[in-house]
């Protein structure tokens, strides 16, 4: 696979699919979930499927058709450059706010060097939930709700369901870009589209 130094696509995907395209952000996500929840080996998700441009643009078109209904809750922004995620330590976080001034927004660079992001607003009540880097989740302080740092998907405590994700764009040179947002359903609802 060879990646366009300029753009960090790979050059044999479709050009479209390096903007940013409400259905092909909704793709990218699609291949986020089907990463997630594969059984591969942590391992080989380290080293294979990587959440880079290059990877979920190979994907995409292997995806598009089984996932349409799952995308009625994603929705594109216009994309925004998260300062400072290229020097991200594995196990860090940084605040950012997206896709308004007032959404306050997490991104989160795990063990594998992968990067994720979601809305803090805890589902529950809308308190803002941390990065609880010794426990790899994410808390929220007011019940004590927590999310998978993965996933956004509820560990325990009160909340109904996961956090929003923030849809995120690798570019050239490591940087990181919010281009979208898609609503966390249920854990049920999740669980349900799962794989077989
Ligand atoms: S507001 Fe987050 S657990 Fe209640």
Redesign the pocket.
Known sequence: MKIDSNAGIARNAPADLATEDPENIAAALQFLWDAKHTTISRRKFCNGVLLTSAGVMLAASTVKAKATYQYDSMMAYPPFRIEGAEKMMPGSAIYFSYPMRYDSAILLRDACGEYRAFNRM??????S?EFDPRRSCLE?P????AYDMQTGLVLY???PRPLDQIILQMRAGGQVWAVGKSVGRSNEVLAHLRPK
């Open positions: 805890c589902s529950h009540v809308g308190c939930v929220c007011c019940h004590k709700g405590g009160p909340p």
